[in-house]
């Protein structure tokens, strides 16, 4: 056989869906599985975007689109980007893609070059798709620990003894998957007070989240004063909207925008067009279904947080946003005897059928954090209530 190339053969993965086909194996074996893996919302995406879809087909929007994307999108990109961030993001700013997820890799691609020793700090644990697009583009990957004393924070020592000449990128998440942290201003500008002094550092925002907020309002770094032109704004319409099987992504950034759509034309030429319109009517059209969308996800993480605080040696903060949480499950691991939290989710999948995915898909663990492990609570409140009663049935059998 003729050999794989070295890049394909270290590409990472998103273990989430190598444990998801794990779960729905066992679920289409009939197993009663109650799964906190899957971090999509369990909703179906609103009605009047479904219905703007299909007048796009009726009215044969079926071709090829622009790279960047189609005008009417850019634009209600551009006004939903200034409006939220406090910037003014025009049009030909914004760039449309298949899923947010592509503009990781168009970003590591268009700011740094391959074997150049060029940096990207990312944070640890995080979205693991930074770090494996971070080697595969032949970028040096700086993990940038989130310790829990810091409550998931960027310990600002840290990215200042790991930020450089060599730095390129710095690729920050808020809310942040997995541990549902947000970044709020004064923390933004001590990151961007930090990086000031490197003109060569982009900063890519990945803000897929930025709808998601259960308590405060969100912040862009791209709003804090000087960052705008260096910072890639992310966002998309997988989480908001319960869009991920649609793929609609869109990233802001005046210099790039036009590099993004290059690298668009030489990988998927363009987004769906039928998405694109549905994207237009999720923009522009009534936001009530976001809304109980997201007055649902508020009651969920209430109940699981208080929930996973009275397990017996679980111990868990409140996350700000998104849809997860990341309890610290060090105690339980001794005393259920798990070596560690892959140790304690297999268990729990095959013992107690309970799905939730460990700390090591989300990189390698920082010295000295323990064990944890990351539910998704978007899944109904009954499944929320019926799967903290195996665990506390399970953790009362299993410990020693
Ligand atoms: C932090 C983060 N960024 C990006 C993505 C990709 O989103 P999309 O479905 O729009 O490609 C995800 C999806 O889980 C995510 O959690």
Known sequence: MPPISKRTQRLGTEHAFVVLAEVNKLIAEGRPIISFAIGQPDFVTPGHIIDA??????AGHTGYTASAGIPELR?????????TRGIAVEADHVTVANGAKPFIQYTIMATTDHGQGHEVLYPNPGFPIYESQII????????????????????????????????RLLMLNSPHNPTGRTLNRAE?????????????????SDEVYSQMMHDGEFASIASVPGMAERTIVLDGASK???MTGWRLGYAAN?????????????????AGSITQWAGVEALTGPQDEHRKMMESFTRRRNIIVEGLNTLEGIDTLKPGGAFYVWPNVSELCALCGAQDAEALRKRWLYEANVAVLADRQFGSPPDGEGH???????????????????LETWIAKAKR
């Open 188 to 204: 933004l500008e001590a990151i961007a007070e930090i990086v000031a002094p490197y003109p060569d550092l982009w900063v890519f």
């Open 136 to 167: 595969a583009c032949g970028a040096v990957p700086v993990a940038l620990p989130l310790v829990e004393r810091e409550a998931f924070s960027f310990d600002l020592d840290t990215l200042r003894d790991k930020v450089g000449p060599r730095s």
């Open 372 to 390: 944890h492990v990351r539910f998704s609570y978007a899944t109904s409140e009954e499944n929320i209530h019926e799967g903290l009663g195996r």
């Open 240 to 242: 908001s909207y319960a």
């Open 53 to 58: 879809a299909k007048d796009a087909m009726d």
């Open 254 to 270: 005046a210099a790039l925008a036009g590099h993004f759509a290059t690298w668009i034309t030489n990988t998927d030429s363009c």
């Open 75 to 83: 634009s209600a990109v551009a006004a939903y980007l200034s409006r």
